[in-house]
Every structure is written in C-alpha cells, then in structure tokens.
C-alpha cells in the first residue's frame, strides 16, 4: 500500500484536535504518502487549520507527498480568511 | 452583534465618573517619591475601565484620549517613569477633560476636543522622550520603533484616524483558542466590516513541527489590512474579547509604511505586565451591565440623570425577605377572618402587632435603601482643596473624618454646592497666609476640617478651619456699609455672624474668583433651609470658625409637631421648633404697622396667627389663651399663634405639589392616623406670607 487517506469530517474543530493530531501523528509514522479528504467539513477552525499546516510541512521535510482532497466551501473560506491559501496550496 | 448598547450608556457613565473620582482621589493621595502600587494600580484600573466601557459603546474619541493616559500610566506603575508635579498636573487636568468628554456624550453633544489633543498631545510628548513644551510628535510616528511598543496598544492609539484604512497586527497568545476565540470567525467579521476589502498576512515562523505541536495552541499571528474606511468602533469591536488572550495593534492605514513594518514578534517575546488588569477590568463591564440593565428604562440624557441608585444586594434581600414575612403576616390574617369570632380576639391582636412590626421595618429598610454614604459628596473636596490652595498661595490641609456617614441621596444631591461654598469660604477668608500664619504663632499649613456625624436623627455636617476666626469689626463695618444695620445697633456675636448669610454681603477686600462676590452664603443658607436643614457659626477669634449643618437625614419623613387650629391639624417640623410658650401676661407689643411681637429674653419675636394668614375660620381666642410656637428660620424666630398642641410623630411626607398644585406657607402634607389629610407648615414661606422679617424690628423701631 502506497497511500493513505486521512478524512475529515463534520465539524473539526479544537474540540476533535487532540483526536486529529493523534492521527496524523500516527500517519506520519506510517512513511506513506497520504490523501487529506476535506470534502466532508461542515466546520473548521484555527486549530484544525493549524494542523493541516503541521501535517504539511513534516511530509514537505520528510520528502513525502500530502495532497488536499475536494476542501469543502467551508474549508476554502476559512482557508482564505486565515491567509492560509498560498501557504498550505489551497485555493 | 444587534443588541442596542444604548441601555447601557447610563451604566458606563456612571461607572466612568466614578472612575474618575478614583483616580482622581488616588493622584491626590500619591505620594511622588514612593509610589503605592495599589495606589498607581487602582488609578491604572480605573482608566483602563473608562477606556474598554468607551471602547465597547464606541466612544473612540475617550478610547484614544484615556489610551495615551493609560500609556503614561503603565510607565508610572512599571517603574519606567518618574511622577513628578507636572506629570501629576496633567493626569489631574485629564481626568478634568475625561470628566468634560463624558458630559458631552452624556448630554448627546459633540464632544469639545480641543483640551484632549492639547493634553494628548503633552502625553505623547512625554512618551516620545520629550520634554514638555516642545512640539508633540505626531500621532503614532513614536510608536513603531519604541522599545515600548510592545505593551503600547491593546486597543489602539487613534481616535478619529482610518481614512484610508487600518492596519491590524494581531499576535494571539497560545492559549486564545482554548478561551473559545476563533480566529476564523473574526477575520469573517472583519471580512464582513470591510465588504471584502481586506489583505490577510499569516505568520506561521513560530509554528513548531507537528509532533511538538499542542494542538489547541495558537501558534499562527497576522496582519490584517483593511482598506476601506471603516469606523474604528466596528474593528474595536471584533477584538474586544480577544485583549486579553493576543496583543493587537491597531493603525490607521497611512500610505505605503506598511511594508516596512517589522514581522510581528512571537507571542512568547510579548510582554504584557496589565495582563491581570485586563482581564478583571474587562469582566466587570459587561457583567455590571447586564445586573443594572433591567432596572433602568432607558430615557432622554438629560433626565437620566441622578435616576438611578446602586444599592448593594444585601439590602434587597433583607427588603425581599421582609416583604415575605409581610406576606405570611397578611396570609394568617386572612385565615383568621375567614371564621372569626370574638375568642380569636388576641390572636388578632398579636396578628395586627405582628403585621405592623413588619411593615415599620419594611419602612426602615426602604428608607435605607436611599441612604448613601456621605464620602459620594466629600471625595470632590481634596481636589477642590488643592486647586484652591494653589490659587490663593495658601497652605491648606484637608482632614475628613465620618465619611462613611449615610444620608439620603437626594439630600445628598443637594447639600453638594453649599458645601463647596462653605469650604471654599474657609479657604479664602478663614485660613490666613503662609506668613501670616506664622507671624500669628501658627503653623504655616492652615487645617480645614470637615466631619459628619448622626445626631439624634439628623445629620451633622461641620467645616472647621484654624483661620483667623469671623472679624467681627470688619463685617459690621461692610453691614453699615451696605446698609443692613445702622451705627448705633448694638448686636450680639450671634448677629453679627448671622449678617454674612444675608443677601449681598462680602467682606472680601478683593473679590476673587473664588469668594467674595457676595452671592453665596445667603444662597447657602436657603439651599439648606429648602433641605429643611439648619447652618449655624461658630467663631473664635484668631483660632479659627466653623460653620455646623444640621440637616434631616431623609426629605421623605419628617419628625413633626402636630398642633390644631380650628378643627384643622397642621404639622410643624420639630427641627424647626425652638419652644412652645403659654402667653398668660407676657410682654406683648404692638409694633406700630407690624404685627404683634413677643419680648421673649430679650428678644423681639414677630407673632403670627396661623388662623388669620391661612383665613381659617376659627372661634377668635384671645392671644393669651392661645399657644405660641416659637419656631426659628433664617436665623430669625417667628412665633406662630395656634389652638392646641397636639402629639409629635413621624410623618410620612406627600408632595402637594404632584398631587394638588402648590401652595405658599405649605411645604407638604401627610395622611393621619384617622386618614385625615394633614399640612405640613413651610415655616420660611409661613414668615414670608405674613410679611414678617427681623429686619423690620430692630431695636430702635420697638423702642419708638
């Protein structure tokens, strides 16, 4: 197995951020490339963000591959109002 | 955000008078060389509060004045900067022009900026290292390389900047995502603020890697670029919640200074010594709005005023408790009326003195919820005895004693003046000149003196100085003078102290700004007759004066007199009650013109009917079966013919004024006992219908 995905979904936000640095953690261990699926947020925020942004640069350290799948509406609007998009390659 | 702030307007200015008198009082007590930090930190506190109240409701031009005092302020209490005098006079001239702004907002006018950038302009040239007197930096230019900048702005700088835009330089803390802030939901505030014209910058340098990562810390700060001239309010407004968990920098957006500005530091590198300070002073305004909100329907600004009272908690609950036992009271008096018969008599009788129990302490605390600590009105003293000084070269001190004395507020509202005249009067005639002084054997600092204290149901409000005492020569020569007496009147020391409460006298040399004018005492004294209350002097030569205040602790009962005529009961206040004599073959005079008068010890007293001035008809009683009360007023006595008299007892007073019109000689009435209605007797309106005045019966005219 080559890849792997990691989904978020619903609301992910601070309350579900111990959960999901839990699992990136756990991905980034596993040496694989990885799949981030956003199309099912319905909600996020900094926090959650914060973490795409961690994920992000540990792949980009290790030479590893990260891709954003479908961000939802909610996603990209956050992603601009935070002044992420050109960081995180999201728009 | 919907909510209408405007309910809360009352609360904030209230709040930021009385934070005023805070600071003021706390730069009054300084002590230059060994700053109190309670001292500087309550001073701090309370401009702190004036500046987030002023923040909330969009007051920006107090937001950016308090903010530079606020600035100089942390200096003072960091330890950065020295107090000195002229520090101390600015931030005293501050809190004056603070105090102005307020007015002006309160009474729904432009506020007059002109003191405020002066001063503002004084502060950011102390700040930007200057001395006083040189030409003030201009806004903001000190700002952005001060080593100072760090714990600068929490709020912003300028009131009436953002003509092209703003720029906001947002550094959270790690922890303001755990306080529930959100970023994103701000920004999409932001967003909605600027309809969209808006640059977001995100710094992520300080991000450490994932694994090191606490996932609910913040480690993301911006830059935020509005370009839309937006109200500065509306941005204040998104970062309100957030001061105490980020710094945020707040700038008008000024041509192209923008990009040389430094990245902004990591949360870690920020200091923020008013750390504490912020977040108490940011819970209590929201949280004392919400308590008050509902007490107070909202109205024009201009009666608002004085329509409201804080009263503590505890008072409300011992009336609401009190309001229950009422209840049971009444409960059980109902059951027992249900199947009443003449057995159940004692009961009732226990039932009723229970019920009447109740309700005089219901009485009681209601009364006390009305009852303010008498320091509301002494705490404007030191300032005014300070200024006062100053201008007259003098050296004063003020001691206060029995500040925690309570009275009612109204009263309190109004005895405020005529104690400033009085003090003022002390200042100005009473103490002497430094050299003066010394000369006299005295130390050179002049003592004024100002107690309160309860006495048998009334309050007694005393100004004391260690002046030179009343001149007695001088104010009988000025009386000749302006031709209230004539040189052959021989007159007690108690007349002749009363002459300086009459209408146009002064014996100042010059008149001053302060006294002299000859309006004042005479005004004293009828503001405090209105009160139902009485000034006395005292004198001793060389040693010093003091005026005594006596005044009813409350304008809503009365201790009066109940006396009748004809089948009519009048109440005579008892405070105004000198004696009640039988006439049986006492010297009685008929002044020729004037009235009857009573040679009473060696005084003359006007004798009026109170049948005749109110045209009752009565069965005519000679005026040796009738009963004289002598009551005094003005510092004149007056004797008032009457039937009988009657019991004294506390009377609830009703104006006549709300429920009738008004009448002259009557200040009031009450609702007896039997429910008859009962007037209250205006004893100085009473003196003025009947024409009388001591002035007329001076000893040459009786003797004649």
Redesign the interface.
């Known amino acids: 197995m080559d890849a792997e995905t990691l989904s978020l979904e619903g609301k992910s936000t601070i309350i579900r951020a111990e959960e999901l640095h839990a699992k990136m953690e756990e991905l980034l261990m596993g040496g694989v490339d990885v799949s981030v699926d956003l199309s099912a947020v319905e909600q996020i925020d900094t926090s959650a963000l914060q973490l795409l942004l961690g994920f992000q640069r540990a792949f980009k350290e290790q030479d590893r591959k990260l891709q954003w799948v479908k961000p939802s509406e909610t996603v990209l609007s956050a992603v601009k109002l935070t002044g992420l998009g050109p960081v995180l390659g999201m728009s | 955000m919907s909510v209408d702030l405007s309910q809360f307007h009352q609360v904030f200015f209230e709040e930021s008078y009385e934070g005023l008198d805070a600071m003021e009082n706390g730069l009054l007590n300084m002590d230059m060389d060994d700053i109190d930090s309670e001292v500087i930190n309550t001073i701090f506190r309370s401009a702190h509060s004036i500046k987030g109240g002023a923040g909330t409701f969009g007051f920006n031009q107090i937001t950016g004045f308090t903010h530079v005092v606020e600035t100089v302020l942390d200096e003072i209490r960091g330890g950065d900067r020295k107090m000195d005098q002229s520090l101390l006079d600015i931030l005293l001239a501050s809190v004056d022009c603070l105090r102005g702004l307020l007015q002006d907002l309160q009474s729904g006018d432009e506020p007059e900026m002109d003191t405020a950038n002066e001063l503002k302009a004084k502060f950011e040239a102390i700040l930007s290292g200057q001395t006083e007197g040189s030409a003030p930096s201009s806004n903001g230019a000190s700002d952005s390389g001060n080593s100072q900048s760090g714990n600068e702005d929490q709020n912003g700088s300028t009131p009436d900047g953002g003509g092209e835009g703003w720029f906001i330089r947002f550094i959270p803390e790690p922890q303001l ?2 306080s529930g802030n ?4 701000m ?2 505030q932001l ?1 909605e603020v600027s309809e969209g014209k808006m ?4 710094f ?1 340098d300080k ?5 090191a ?1 606490n ?2 810390h ?3 700060s ?1 830059e935020i670029t509005i370009k839309k001239n937006v109200d500065r309010a509306q941005i204040d407004e998104v970062f309100e919640w957030v001061i105490d968990d980020a710094e945020v920098h707040i700038e008008p957006l000024v041509g192209t200074t923008l990009t040389e500005e430094p990245a902004p530091a990591s949360p870690a590198e920020v200091e923020k010594p008013s750390d504490l300070v912020t977040s108490a002073a940011k819970e209590k305004v929201p949280e004392k709005a919400d308590t008050k909100a509902a007490k107070k329907p909202p109205s024009s600004p201009q009666t608002q005023e004085s329509s409201s009272i804080r009263v503590s908690i505890d008072k409300v609950d011992s009336l609401i408790n009190m309001v229950g036992e009422l209840v049971i009271t009444q409960s059980m008096l109902g059951q027992l009326g249900q199947n009443f018969d003449i057995s159940r008599i004692q009961r009732l009788q226990e039932g009723l003195a229970q019920l009447e129990h109740n309700t005089r302490e219901l009485q009681e605390s209601v009364m006390k919820i009305r009852m303010m600590p008498i320091s509301f009105v002494f705490s404007r003293f030191p300032r005014l005895v300070r200024d006062t000084s100053r201008i007259l070269n003098k050296k004063i001190e003020l001691v206060m004693s029995g500040e925690s004395t309570e009275l009612d507020k109204t009263v309190m509202e109004k005895i405020g003046d005529p104690l400033v005249h009085l003090i003022r009067n002390s200042m100005d005639h009473g103490i002497e000149t430094p050299d003066k002084r010394v000369a006299n054997g005295k130390s050179e600092t002049g003592t004024v003196k100002l107690t309160a204290y309860h006495q048998s149901g009334n309050i007694v409000i005393e100004i004391k100085d260690d002046g030179a005492g009343l001149n007695k020569e001088k104010i009988l020569s000025k009386a000749i003078e302006n031709g209230l007496i004539t040189e052959d009147q021989t007159l007690t020391d108690e007349q002749v102290h009363d002459l300086i409460f009459q209408p146009g006298f002064s014996t100042a040399d010059q008149v001053s700004d302060l006294s002299g004018r000859g309006v004042g005492m005479d005004v004293v004294r009828r503001n405090i007759s209105a009160l139902n209350g009485t000034v006395e002097v005292e004198s001793f030569p060389g040693k010093g004066s003091s005026f005594i205040i006596r005044l009813p602790l409350t304008l809503a009962i009365l201790d009066g007199q109940l006396v009748s005529v004809g089948d009519q009961t009048f109440i005579f206040p008892l405070v105004s009650i000198v004696e009640s004599i039988q006439l049986e073959g006492r010297d009685l005079n008929n002044v020729g013109g004037y009235s009857d008068v009573l040679l009473l010890r060696d005084e003359y007293v006007p004798i009026i009917p109170l049948s005749g001035t109110f045209n009752l008809n009565v069965e005519s009683k000679t005026l040796e079966e009738s009963i004289i009360v002598v009551v005094e007023t003005e510092g004149e006595k007056i004797g008032v013919v009457v039937d009988e008299l009657m019991g004294q007892q506390q009377v609830v007073i009703k104006s006549l004024e709300e429920n009738y019109k008004r009448i002259e000689g009557i200040s009031g009435a009450t609702i007896l006992g039997d429910g008859t209605v009962a007037l209250i007797i205006d004893i100085s309106g009473l003196a003025k219908m009947a024409g009388v005045s001591i002035k007329h019966l001076d000893a040459s005219t009786i003797a004649a």
């Open positions: 995502l755990q959100e970023p994103v939901r920004f999409r967003e640059d977001v910058k995100v992520h991000m450490p890697t994932l694994s990562m996932p609910e913040c480690y993301l911006w």
